[in-house]
């Protein structure tokens, strides 16, 4: 691992990009966003119903963990389905995906994944989780989290396959299009990750969602991973195991979570108020794409900024990847931005430590006094030109406001813009 460090440092210094594991390049669907979710959540075995959830909205959690996949997957699910995640959704909720696929050769699930091809069981089980979260209106861009559960790690022929198998589920979900989040265990999962985070020969997972119940919900000061890995948007912990909480008169059986990480992406349903164009990007100077008809519904995805129109600076972009203002749909706040939309952001990982964060599109900006260690995810919202750094004159803005050059961001190109990446 010190030799991986210390060769990704060098190539910094020289000006080179890193390898592509262990990141491993994601794109992404016109019509989508990624979703970064910051507070308290719960999972429970069997999705609520819809009036146990509209209870539950007088709790202290606005996400939950649900189960929408894999063979180990024990429970049933009844209420999961696609009006559900709309219903829910359109409610405020925020949806952690857990995938209970395969599990470790060394673990105590029933059905365990092979020690000679578990490379090709996690591809399986991607495109499984993939299909099963389409399936419920879970859009690309979303991330979507296998459940490593606890193994013997000093099993080393175990413990390879583990890697292995969630270094393919990682790659697989990229070329997916959805961003890969893994569950795993203090005890086994997170320590070999976090031993693997910088090795080539494992594709890094964007999140890691921990198991460790101790009744502290911090998300930084995990032994045995360093607060430099998984630094950005990128934790989850679940840190209270199964008990009973009642809220609204409902009582859940569940465990307690804290994230700052991705989670699901969905369409939110809207009405117009007029006539309106559709546009390529977020202006009316962007060529025009459809007519949409006053009192139309349309699926929105995320909400970005552009040139006022009416009271308001805020565009929406619908599912067909274009946009329209938001000044003429009926979003319920005006002239801000509408939860439970998200912003729009696109999430790749950065490829060297020390990624300095400036004020403006160039090296001759200020810089902020942190910067962002390998690994991270950069928030990407936009892109624009500024100074040349490596081959590219491509600058990100992150969703923090700073600056990032795009050579050192696993973005689709070391020379010009990523689509479906808006310009600034």
Known sequence: MFKVLAAVLALSLIGL??????????TYNAGTTATRYTGLAFDTCTAPTLAQMTAWKASPYKAIGIYFGGVNRTCAQPQLTPAWVTSV?????????IYLGLQAPCGTRKYKMSTASSNRDAVRDADDAVAKAKALGLLPGSALYNDMENYDRTNTVCRSAVLHYLSAWTKEL???????????????????????????SYARPDALWIARWDGNSSL???????????????????????????????????????????????????????????????????????????????????????????????????????YVTDYYVRTPNKPGYSPPLPGCSFPFQTTINGLTRRHGPGTAYATYPSTLPIGSLAWVTCQSPGSKVGTTAVWDRLSDGSWVTDYYVATASNTTYTAPIRRC
């Open 220 to 322: 930084t000061g995990w032994p045995p991973v360093p607060d430099t890995f998984w630094a950005v948007g990128q934790r989850g912990k679940q840190y209270v195991g199964d008990h009973t909480e009642t809220y609204g008169g409902v009582t859940l059986n569940i465990d307690n979570d804290r994230f700052d990480a991705p989670v699901a992406s969905v369409a939110y349903r809207y009405t117009v108020r007029t006539t309106i164009h559709s546009y390529s990007g977020p202006s009316t100077a962007y060529p025009v794409r459809s007519t949409i008809s006053a009192g139309a519904a349309i699926r929105l995805v995320c909400q970005t900024f552009g040139p006022k129109i009416g009271t308001t600076t805020v565009w929406d972009k619908l599912i067909d990847g274009t």
């Open 17 to 26: 990009p890193a390898s592509a594991e262990p990141t491993t390049p994601i």
């Open 89 to 97: 959704t359109a409610m405020g909720w925020r949806l952690v995906p």
């Open 174 to 200: 990229h070329l997916q299009r959805y961003v890969s989040g893994v569950y795993a265990n203090q005890g086994s999962g997170a320590p070999d990750l976090a031993a693997a985070y910088n090795s080539s």
